[in-house]
């Protein structure tokens, strides 16, 4: 069985600065996929980045970015200028290539945008 | 649709009602997932269709839970004779054959409240 451990209940960081939020997870897969999405209020799951396990390169879309790291089993999710309307509770999550496409998600962050 | 959209918004049921969740996929979108999201937890699988067949019901939490796709569009989430520990978000998401979690599209969900 897979888990996914977000360890940061809640952070809070300035607008402009930059965050890091933490995920681990345990699997005995080999391929597989792995996903931060942004969940605000209005409840709807947003996709924030992806990245393929075979590929060495992290995933960077526009200010965020993660730092794969596959033989420890992390994946981190940085924010840089961070901007009010990223406040949200962010997830992340798992599926091994074999499985097809359930999703295993982590606990989440509430991460909070301070002006 | 250009969404996935999900009926009703909120629902609020005695213990022992039935309910009924609708989902209304992206058209075209042939894969299907419902996922469960206790109050400040993280999604967690119920069942899987492709098109009108269900491939995969494992994460349902006990037989009072069903969920249909009869023709392969619109799925319906049924939960009989309700429980408090049913209250919940449940999200419904779609995504075209062969992306699976990869290219997953999530509705804003149903919150059920059970009383």
Same mark, same amino acid.
């Given at each position: 069985?897979?888990?996914?451990?977000?360890?940061?209940?809640?952070?809070?960081?300035?607008?402009?600065?930059?965050?890091?939020?933490?995920?681990?997870?345990?699997?005995?897969?080999?391929?597989? &996929?792995?996903?931060?999405?942004?969940?605000?209020?209005?409840?709807?799951?947003?996709?924030?980045?992806?990245?393929?396990?075979?590929?060495?390169?992290?995933?960077?879309?526009?200010? /965020?970015?993660?730092?794969?790291?596959?033989?420890?089993?992390? /994946?981190?999710?940085?924010?840089?200028?961070?901007?009010?309307?990223?406040?949200?509770?962010?997830?992340?999550?798992?599926?091994?290539?074999?499985?097809?496409?359930?999703?295993?998600?982590?606990?989440?962050?509430?991460?909070?945008?301070?002006? | 649709?250009?969404?996935?959209?999900?009926?009703?918004?909120?629902?609020?049921?005695?213990?022992?009602?039935?309910?009924?969740?609708?989902?209304?996929?992206?058209?075209?979108?042939?894969?299907?997932?419902?996922?469960?999201?206790?109050?400040?937890?993280?999604?967690?699988?119920?069942? &899987?269709?492709?098109?009108?067949?269900?491939?995969?019901?494992?994460?349902?939490?006990?037989?009072?839970?069903?969920?249909?796709?009869?023709?392969?569009?619109?799925?319906?989430?049924?939960?009989?004779?309700?429980?408090?520990?049913?209250?919940?978000?449940?999200?419904?998401?779609?995504?075209?054959?062969?992306?699976?979690?990869?290219? &997953?599209? /999530?509705?804003?969900?149903?919150?059920?409240?059970?009383?």
């Amino acid at each position: 069985a897979q888990t996914v451990t977000q360890s940061q209940p809640e952070m809070s960081v300035q607008e402009a600065e930059t965050v890091t939020l933490s995920c681990t997870y345990d699997t005995s897969e080999n391929n597989y &996929y792995l996903f931060w999405y942004k969940q605000p209020p209005s409840r709807q799951m947003i996709l924030v980045i992806r990245q393929e396990a075979y590929k060495q390169q992290n995933a960077t879309e526009n200010r /965020f970015s993660v730092n794969f790291q596959k033989a420890a089993k992390s /994946f981190s999710l940085k924010i840089s200028d961070s901007q009010l309307g990223d406040t949200a509770m962010y997830f992340c999550a798992f599926t091994p290539l074999a499985s097809g496409s359930r999703l295993t998600f982590g606990e989440g962050t509430q991460l909070t945008v301070n002006p | 649709g250009a969404g996935v959209s999900q009926s009703p918004r909120y629902k609020v049921a005695k213990r022992g009602q039935d309910v009924a969740l609708r989902c209304d996929p992206i058209s075209g979108h042939v894969s299907l997932f419902w996922y469960q999201q206790a109050l400040g937890q993280g999604p967690e699988f119920l069942t &899987y269709f492709q098109n009108e067949a269900q491939l995969d019901k494992s994460g349902l939490p006990s037989d009072r839970f069903f969920a249909e796709r009869p023709e392969g569009s619109v799925s319906t989430l049924k939960i009989q004779r309700t429980q408090q520990e049913d209250s919940a978000v449940y999200l419904c998401a779609s995504s075209l054959v062969g992306q699976g979690a990869f290219g &997953y599209t /999530f509705g804003s969900g149903t919150r059920l409240t059970v009383v």
